[in-house]
């Protein structure tokens, strides 16, 4: 048993570390979309930012929560560590004070979930944009 | 601006743009991309039909 995932992890050589796979998750991080476009896969980042960026700023937009860098709840780490991952995004929240008013409608929730949704699928967003770049993805 | 989306808009918006992510990350060609785009869609709309079923059954 211990031979043969010995040789499965052989048989799959590490991917090497070029300049694009470290720059696609990068730029795909900063601004979602834009690991894919620089690889040249147009539509697809486009597709990919328009999905993203309606989705963070329709959570705004509902009046969603944006959460900061906290050592508190649990729920409240797991937010941030969603929110972190639409990028500037989330910096430009955060630097203009957004996201911060009291949920004033039952569908405001929605907003928060919404951002933190956004982050998340970035996060796959940048995923795949590093497989693009390793060739692991055609 | 304040946009107030009712359920069914807030969860038809959510569906539409996770489902188009999901399509262009976890599928190779195109066509399945679609394909897994218009699934994915289809089961986050459709649980949340049958969800708001259920909870209208188990309410009655």
């Known amino acids: 048993m211990a031979n043969s995932t010995t040789e499965k992890s052989k048989a799959v050589p590490a991917a090497p570390i070029t300049a694009i796979s470290v720059l696609a998750p990068a730029v795909g991080w900063l601004i979602p979309g834009a690991g894919h476009m620089i690889q040249k896969r147009w539509i697809r980042g486009a597709l990919l930012f328009i999905s993203i960026m309606t ?14 860098a906290n050592g508190g709840d649990i729920l409240d780490i797991l937010g941030f560590i969603g929110d972190v991952g639409a990028g500037a995004l989330y910096m430009l929240s955060v630097a203009n004070d957004w996201g911060q008013g009291a949920i004033a409608f039952a ?32 | 601006m304040t946009i107030a989306l009712n359920h069914f808009s807030a969860a038809f918006v959510f569906a539409l743009f996770a489902s188009i992510v999901f399509g ?36 009655r």
């Open chain 1, 107 to 138: 569908t405001a929730d929605y907003g928060t979930k919404f951002m933190i949704v956004a982050g998340l699928l970035n996060f796959i967003a940048m995923a795949d944009a590093y497989h693009i770049a390793i060739g692991k993805k055609k």
């Open chain 1, 55 to 68: 989705l963070f700023l329709l959570g705004l937009a509902m009046q969603g929560r944006i959460y900061r």
């Open chain 2, 24 to 59: 262009i990350t976890h599928r190779d060609t195109v066509r399945e991309m679609v394909r897994y785009g218009a699934y994915c869609f289809v089961l986050f709309l459709g649980g949340v039909l049958v969800a708001g079923w259920a909870m209208w059954l188990l309410r």
